[in-house]
């Protein structure tokens, strides 16, 4: 077959792109990064497993780099010991990000030593007081400038409330070709954070929107000419000493954010060096438009083990047991698995788990089952070149709650889900380079299982633009009486001190149906803006024309964001 041929044709040029890397003598200076993984999406960022143990910290900026070459700037909203929230404010929920290996680079004076904590204040007697500052046992000291007044005594938990967080306003409209697609949606939305509410150690964290949608499309939207407040976060917590701590109201565990959402309450405690017990215990919201709901209570026991330090070989997992209701019936068992490994030489482990058991009220299956499984490895050889490899599983759990979403009960939702099976690659190359190859395999009973690839080159810095970036990324396309492939260029341009970004992209595609000839089309076309108009404020927004088979359609967004 034609586009066999030419798979392997490119198969053959990665693996010469990745052996004549090691070869070339000139190399710029090797990046400090930090590498992860996505493990949820929110409103308006990711969820990563890494934390304060690798030196992010709520309110520190940098830049994200996806494994196929993209980058976001982000801020860190929430830090956890081994987990933080990050806010994008380039990403807009395009595509499906969870699972994906990435690396997180910090600005040089804001990297925490691997492996250390931070310092904790102690009392003239030298023992440690409360310095907790973001409610998220993050341990960072408050800023005190040098002409300021000394609080009496040496307890900073008495120290005044502090709060900082954003507010934002989004209208986004669409227009097309046909005249039956246009519609318009109108967000307001916060974020932020109080932290030693009326000097004591309780913090507030709070995410949501309020949006409202009209026009010609999606009339049977829930918000259709309707406002409707989406509550992600808001959330108490309240430090209990050394990784312990208590936290109530509407949240995602950051310790197993398998679990979602969950309107209750957690807490955890620290009863060894390497061991941290804790429970979360609640009600999940509507799984459709995340209203309080009563229809599913839920309990989840958790434990982790710690071992080793962040500098070499270390090991992190945490395991709990998932039992929920519904209807007053129990509907289900599950077992929750996140692990993470570093095994020196630059080789570190990921693997999240899900072993759903036979007990629910449901039987479209029956049997233990593995229904998700994420394993990935990530290997740094060489200042210049990371090897990676993953398995991949889903398969849609039975039980009430889940099966309450779909349109009518057959078994045939219930197939075997799928498997992916994918290796990669990524190399500093001379002249600001860094190329990324990825080729992966799909094993689906409803999807063809021929071989996906995609590769992305990077240049960053423009000639005297040292800041300014460029992604251009091939990949294949596979479907049904159909091949072809694609491809998106797309460009992080920083201006006037990097106070204005502008982050245009543009999408290819070449596409060979059944005994048709080929014919090379333009996707889409987009730009974005963020800028700084002053310390507090700022203004965003994107423009993005989509070519379609029978209709073009032209987005807009604009939006003012007040930050504090």
């Known amino acids: 077959m034609k586009t066999a041929a030419i798979e392997h044709k490119w198969l053959i040029l990665m693996v010469a792109a990745t052996l004549s890397t090691f070869v070339c003598q000139a190399f710029g200076d090797a990046e400090v990064t930090v590498r992860g993984r996505i493990t949820q999406e929110a409103q308006d960022g990711v969820y990563v497993d890494v934390g304060i143990d690798q030196g992010l910290r709520s309110g520190r900026t940098g830049s994200l780099h996806l494994d196929d070459g993209r980058t976001f700037a982000f801020e860190v909203l929430h830090a956890g010991e081994q987990s933080a929230v990050l806010r994008l404010p380039g990403y807009r929920g395009q595509e499906r990000l969870v699972g994906r290996t990435v690396e997180i680079v910090l600005p040089q004076e804001s990297l925490q030593p691997a492996g250390k904590r931070p310092e904790k204040p102690k009392d003239p007697n030298g023992a440690p007081v409360s310095s907790n500052t973001s409610g998220s046992s993050d341990g960072q000291k408050e800023?005190?400038?040098?002409?300021?007044?000394?609080?009496?005594?040496?307890?900073?938990?008495?120290?005044?409330?502090?709060?900082?967080?954003?507010?934002?306003?989004?209208q986004m409209f669409q227009m097309d070709s046909g005249g039956n697609l246009g519609y318009s949606v109108t967000r307001v939305g916060s974020s932020g954070s109080m932290d030693r509410i009326e000097g004591s150690p309780w913090s507030f964290n709070w995410s949501g929107d309020l949006r409202y949608r009209t026009g010609d499309a999606f009339v049977s939207h829930p918000d259709y000419q309707e406002p409707h407040l989406d509550i992600y976060r808001a959330m108490f917590q309240r430090p209990l000493g050394e990784e312990a701590f208590l936290r109530f109201g509407r949240f995602v565990p950051y310790e197993l954010p398998g679990i979602g959402y969950v309107d209750g309450l957690q807490g955890q405690v620290h009863p060894g060096e390497h061991t941290r017990l804790?429970?979360?215990?609640?009600?999940?919201?509507?799984?459709?438009?995340?209203?309080?709901?009563?229809?599913?209570?839920?309990?989840?026991?958790?434990?982790?083990?710690?071992?080793?330090?962040?500098?070499?070989?270390?090991?992190?997992?945490?395991?709990?047991?998932?039992?929920?209701?519904?209807?007053?019936?129990?509907?289900?068992?599950?077992?929750?698995?996140?692990?993470?490994?570093?095994?020196?030489?630059?080789?570190t482990l990921y693997s999240t788990a899900v072993v759903d058991f036979d007990i629910g009220a449901s039987e479209m299956r029956s049997g233990t089952r593995l229904?998700?499984?994420?394993?990935?490895?990530?290997?740094?050889?060489?200042?210049?070149?990371?090897?990676?490899?993953?398995?991949?599983?889903?398969?849609?759990?039975?039980?009430?709650?889940?099966?309450?979403?779909?349109?009518?009960?057959?078994?045939?939702?219930?197939?075997n889900g799928y498997w992916r099976y994918w290796v990669g690659s990524s190399q500093n190359i001379p002249w600001n380079l860094r190329l990324y190859e990825e080729v992966g395999f799909i094993n689906s009973d409803t999807v063809s299982g021929d071989v996906r690839w995609q590769v992305s080159l990077t240049r960053s810095g423009l000639g005297a633009w040292r800041e300014a970036s460029a992604t251009v990324t091939v990949y294949n396309l596979v479907a049904y009486g159909d091949d072809g492939y694609g491809c998106r260029v797309s460009g992080h341009l920083p201006l006037n001190k990097g106070t204005i970004i502008v982050q245009p992209a543009a999408g290819f595609r070449v596409l060979q149906a059944d005994s048709q000839s080929e014919d090379i089309s333009l996707s889409y076309l987009s730009v974005g803006l963020d800028g700084r108009i002053s310390h507090n404020w700022s203004l965003f927004g994107d423009a993005t024309y989509f070519s379609g088979d029978n209709a073009d359609s032209t987005l807009f967004e604009l939006g003012l964001r007040f930050a504090w």
Do not use: C
């Open 143 to 170: 800023f005190v400038p040098l002409l300021a007044p000394t609080p009496r005594g040496s307890d900073v938990s008495r120290l005044a409330s502090m709060s900082h967080g954003r507010i934002q306003v989004r």
């Open 278 to 347: 804790g429970v979360v215990g609640g009600l999940k919201p509507d799984r459709i438009n995340l209203d309080a709901s009563a229809d599913e209570p839920l309990v989840v026991p958790y434990a982790t083990f710690v071992a080793g330090p962040r500098d070499g070989r270390h090991y992190s997992g945490t395991v709990g047991m998932l039992n929920s209701y519904y209807d007053g019936q129990i509907d289900r068992l599950a077992m929750l698995l996140d692990q993470r490994a570093g095994l020196g030489h630059g080789l």
């Open 371 to 415: 229904t998700q499984l994420d394993v990935s490895a990530v290997s740094q050889l060489s200042s210049f070149l990371t090897l990676r490899a993953g398995v991949d599983h889903w398969e849609r759990p039975d039980h009430q709650a889940e099966n309450a979403l779909l349109p009518f009960q057959d078994e045939r939702f219930f197939d």
